[in-house]
């Protein structure tokens, strides 16, 4: 079995400011990592995925993401915010392992509501 | 990435009945699968939507309350039945496409269509 745990339910920040995002994972196998957005009353966008290869990912609108497997972490960072990143965000992990009765499904954490000030 | 869309995108609905939505994804995608976001909640999948077979329920849900068709590849459809206040929720899609992995092989990842937004009175 897989979980996810986002640190930080909240995390409010200025405008052009930095912002991490973290999330911590745990699973016996291999796994992939994504993080999605949620805009208010709209569904989930892809931000960026760790598949393999380097373990920095960028994804889209400035962000990137770290993935550190001995910490078991894959935290999210964009080094200046605007107030159009207020959303939701939530870290998503699914095994690696193809024809497992896992394979493909998403464990989400609880997500990390950022709030963007001016 | 994938384009999936959902109908309808919000609903009121009284209790007792039940609401069907459709999911509709394009030719690339493989999986499907049905996820519930309950207010101020993160997703739980619902079950996988397994074409032309009965879908695959999680646990703490099943088939007589959210009975699932996938009559081919681009289609499904999820029924809340017999609803109560506490299914109002957003109901998602989503669509496991294969992406290519900068090593050899391809890893499914998976994309969302925009919601159904439900309220059950």
């Known amino acids: 079995a897989q979980s996810v745990t986002q640190l930080d339910s909240q995390v409010p920040v200025f405008e052009e400011a930095p912002v991490e995002l973290r999330c911590n994972y745990s699973s016996s196998v291999s796994v992939y990592l994504f993080w999605y957005v949620q805009y208010p009353n709209q569904g989930l966008q892809l931000l960026l995925k760790y598949l393999s290869g380097s373990t920095l990912v960028k994804g889209i609108n400035g962000f990137e993401a770290e993935f550190n497997k001995s910490q078991t972490s894959f935290h999210l960072r964009k080094p200046s915010v605007h107030i159009s990143d207020t959303a939701e965000y939530f870290c998503?992990?699914?095994?690696?392992?193809?024809?497992?009765?896992?394979?493909?499904?998403?464990?989400f954490g609880q997500g990390t509501i950022l709030t963007v000030h001016p | 990435s994938a384009v999936i869309s959902q109908k309808p995108s919000r609903d009121i609905c009284q209790r007792g009945t039940s609401l069907t939505i459709q999911c509709q994804v394009d030719?690339?995608?493989?999986?499907m699968f049905w996820y519930r976001q309950q207010p101020g909640q993160s997703l739980t999948l619902i079950a996988t939507?397994?074409?032309?077979?009965?879908?695959?329920?999680e646990s703490g849900f099943v088939i007589d309350k959210f009975p699932i068709s996938r009559p081919n590849l681009t289609f499904s459809t999820l029924t809340v039945s017999n609803m109560s206040p506490e299914d109002s929720s957003i109901y998602l899609c989503s669509g496991g496409r294969p992406v290519r992995r900068s090593s050899s092989g391809y890893a499914d990842t998976q994309y969302f269509g925009p919601g159904t937004r439900l309220t059950v009175l």
């Open positions: 939507a397994n074409q032309g077979s009965e879908a695959t329920y």
């Open positions: 998503a992990v699914t095994t690696a392992a193809r024809g497992g009765t896992s394979y493909g499904k998403l464990t």
């Open positions: 030719s690339q995608v493989t999986m």
